[in-house]
């Protein structure tokens, strides 16, 4: 399974961002897709995560500002960030593990104030 993440960039704050992840390869074998994000000096935190079957999860941080959505016929996920705030800034990582774990390669985020 191949991850690529897009859609960071920079934006103020309260506004909106939207990224995606575009899955390939054993994609059969996917179960949960989720965001993580990493801050400069801090660990790696669950934002949200979406089951195969549509369970979602939120990080308590994001609950009520993101939502996080997966199109299975395009093989995508998206996290809709709205309300953004300079907190949010990070490099956002998507993840899918079902046989395996994969890892996208990061998108920056960057929330000005």
């Known amino acids: 399974v191949q991850l690529q993440a897009s859609g960071g960039g920079l934006v103020q704050a309260g506004g909106s961002l939207t990224l995606s992840c575009a899955a390939s390869g054993s994609i059969f074998t996917i179960v949960t897709m989720e965001w993580h994000r990493q801050a400069p000096g801090k660990q790696r935190e669950l934002v949200a995560s979406?089951?195969?079957?549509?369970?979602?999860n939120y990080g308590d941080s994001v609950k009520g500002r993101f939502t996080i959505s997966r199109d299975n016929l395009k093989n995508t996920m998206y996290l809709k960030m709205n309300s953004l705030k300079p907190e949010d800034t990070a490099v956002y990582y998507c993840?899918?593990?079902?046989?395996?774990?994969?890892w996208g390669q990061g998108t920056l985020v960057t929330v000005s104030s």
């Open positions: 979406i089951t195969t079957g549509g369970n979602i």
């Open positions: 993840h899918a593990w079902g046989r395996g774990h994969y």
